[in-house]
């Protein structure tokens, strides 16, 4: 296949293209009905299809394009305190301790009831409602593992801020698998006619596992915040959340055409739309407003994006290096043999790739780490 006959690509990169990402992302280009593939600089390489990759088609849709974890995003609230309300061991000690009870990786000891934004949409399968109401009401509130996070931040005037990494838990997982089980063990990658049953049905269960999302941060961020206001009696400012995601498909107009885009480990910056954009732990993150820029296909990038492996952080970073590389940052210790595959040398240069995507966002606020919490 011809460079001219391939789908278009635009790229916004820190560093030239590892050859397996180069080759996953020409597999895409060559997939069928797809017309764009915008790169963002965060990318790496992922199953089937890279994260930090943007695809665009006119008539299919491809789950492996979104992920597993649909809905995935960032949340960030401000707190009317001042960031060195946390400087004390003792202060980032009780706030860990809270996190721990009110806030777990994986799910609550009681089910709880889901919103009624929820209740009131069906799933498109009766086993995928049977998820939901099994995993989705244990799991509503909680962060997850990975790369998901919590963290307490300063901003340049030293107001303290919470911000959280998280998305649809066990149910966007499962809405994922239940929709590739049809796939076939060819090589090519599995699409679905967006106008057709299947394809209504996956869209249909993509907008309910983004509304989940959403909903599990929100109800991190309101446990966060009765935490605070038990332990310092510090109240949230609501009126200025930030809330994005960065792993969905929806039908967009780009230039008077109607496209179905998918961003996976991507977020939409259509002109001062608000987003954040994370660095790895001890690194500085980011408010941002987008530009808008029609050739990025309206997004930009979700974070830093990985320079090594889960497995290659394991065999380069010890437990001690780990915590020289995040410096200052308060985190819980005992953990930190644990969290060696999240070590800031495990991502790329956060400054790096703000620079590389500059014409793609406007930075609003600049912040810095000063407490993070992530479950292992």
Known sequence: ?????????????????????????????????????????????????????????????????????????MAAVPLDVEAALLDSEHAAALVLRQLYERVPGNKHPQPRDLPDCLRKEQLSDQRLTKVAQRDGRVQLGTLGRGNHFL???????????????SGSRGIGQAISQHHLAAKSTNTQLFALRASGDAGLRYLADVAW????????????????????????????????????????????????????????????ARDGEPGIVPGSMGASSFHTSGR????????????????LSRSEARRRVSGREFQRQVGRLWFDHRRAAKLVDEAPAAYKDIHQVMRAQRDLLRIERELQPVLNYKAV
């Open 292 to 307: 808008g820029c029609a050739e990025s296909l309206y997004s930009c990038s979700h974070g830093a994006g990985r320079r």
């Open 209 to 268: 596992a983004r509304r989940y999302a959403a909903e599990n941060r929100l109800a991190m961020l309101r446990a966060v915040e009765d935490i605070m206001q038990r332990l310092f009696g510090v109240s949230t400012c609501w009126d200025d959340l930030v809330h994005c995601d960065h792993n969905f498909v929806q039908r967009e107009d780009h230039e008077g055409r109607q496209l179905i885009v998918h961003r996976k480990g991507a977020q939409l």
């Open 151 to 165: 963290e307490f931040q300063s901003d340049e005037s030293g107001q303290l801020w919470l911000m959280l990494h």
């Open 1 to 73: 296949m011809s460079e001219s006959t391939l789908a278009k690509l635009t790229t916004w990169l820190v560093e030239p293209l590892a050859a397996d990402v180069s080759q996953s992302i020409e597999r895409l280009r060559r997939a069928d009905d797809v017309q764009h593939v915008a790169v963002m600089p965060d990318v790496h390489l992922s199953r089937e299809v890279c994260i930090g990759a943007v695809v665009a088609t006119d008539e299919l849709v491809y789950p492996a394009a979104v992920g597993s974890d649909i809905g995935c995003g």
